[in-house]
């Protein structure tokens, strides 16, 4: 968003988020759409105690669209002709 020159709130619901992007012109797939249902972790992982724990499941399916949405941001970056940075762990 920086790098485009989105301003953005500091808040962590990252369908708000998706939403600026996509007002300044930027699209959104589908699969990274799905990536707003992570927002619930960014408040329940902080204040324990307010949800119930996530099942081994839910982070699974969790890890895996976190690690969907940062191939994505690599790929734009690869695109716009910027350095791919590699924020990824290797494996």
Do not use: N
Not at 26 to 35: D, N, T
Not at 57 to 76: D, F, M, P
């Amino acid at each position: 968003m920086i790098r485009h020159g989105v301003e953005f709130p500091y808040v962590h619901d990252i369908a708000e988020l998706l939403t600026l992007l996509e007002k300044a012109g930027h699209r959104i797939p589908e699969s990274i759409r799905r990536v707003e249902t992570l927002t619930r972790f960014a408040v329940f992982t902080r204040y324990p105690g307010i949800a119930a724990p996530i099942s081994h499941e839910e982070y699974e399916e969790a890890l895996k669209l976190a690690e969907e949405v940062v191939l994505w941001v690599q790929e734009q970056f690869e695109t716009q002709g910027g350095k791919r940075p590699d924020i990824l762990p290797k494996k």
